[in-house]
T-cell receptor, first 115, second 111 residues
Framework: DAGVIQSPRHEVTEMGQEVTLRCKPI?????LFWYRQTMMRGLELLIY????????DSGMPEDRFSAKMPNASFSTLKIQPSEPRDSAVYFC?????????????FGQGTRLTVV | GDSVTQMEGPVTLSEEAFLTINCTYT??????LFWYVQYPGEGLQLLLK?????DKGSNKGFEATYRKETTSFHLEKGSVQVSDSAVYFC??????????FGGGTRLMVKP
């Protein structure tokens, strides 16, 4: 397996634009996590899916952020409208298979810069 | 709820020095414990893990022992190298595959 795949690796956008980050988890994994990492706040959990269903979205900063997982092999994190304070590295991670406690596998991250 | 507390960094050491990064946790039951490492510009990757009390995880010269009596999982390495410079995260995984991370500790090793 190629591991968790995120795209794009880098994104530069202007304030007010919509940004969509994409993630493909490892095949067979049933849990997917979106994290945000900044120097100031460290690693923050934004949202967590189990079997494609959002379980905990308490970390989503505000209504400008939304996440979907339409099927077991794809998830998106959307920011609309984007703001400079959203600049960060966004990581996707997956765990599984179901019924086993395993380590999380992380993607390479998307570095988002909002100017 | 579950929580993980790590010593704050940065930790600065000279090459070949002994490393300890403290990690303690709060959780019900018997979580699995992990150490992740993040090299500059990369995602987090698993360094080692332990799934039950008294287990010792080890990898690349790093070790950590699951101590239930002290709820700790301290990371150690006998002789660090410049290439070990990175950010280290302690984490636990409980029921439902929900990971809880500590705040991370930056290690800088000088030649």
């Amino acid at each position: 397996d190629a591991g968790v795949i995120q795209s794009p690796r880098h994104e530069v956008t202007e304030m007010g634009q919509e940004v969509t980050l994409r993630c493909k988890p490892i095949s067979g994994h049933n849990s997917l996590f979106w994290y945000r990492q900044t120097m100031m706040r460290g690693l923050e959990l934004l949202i967590y899916f189990n079997n494609n269903v959002p379980i905990d979205d308490s970390g989503m900063p505000e209504d400008r952020f939304s996440a979907k997982m339409p099927n077991a092999s794809f998830s998106t994190l959307k920011i609309q409208p984007s703001e400079p304070r959203d600049s960060a590295v966004y990581f996707c991670a997956s765990t599984g298979p179901p019924g086993r406690i395993t380590e999380a596998f992380f993607g390479q991250g998307t570095r988002l810069t909002v100017v | 709820g579950d929580s993980v507390t790590q010593m704050e960094g940065p930790v600065t050491l000279s090459e070949e020095a002994f490393l300890t990064i403290n990690c303690t946790y709060t959780a019900t039951g018997y979580p699995s414990l992990f150490w992740y490492v993040q090299y500059p510009g990369e995602g987090l990757q698993l360094l080692l893990k332990a799934t039950k009390a008294d287990d010792k995880g080890s990898n690349k010269g790093f070790e950590a022992t699951y101590r239930k009596e002290t709820t700790s999982f301290h990371l150690e390495k006998g002789s660090v190298q410049v290439s070990d410079s990175a950010v280290y995260f302690c984490a636990l995984n409980h029921a439902g595959n929900m990971l809880t991370f500590g705040g991370g500790t930056r290690l800088m090793v000088k030649p």
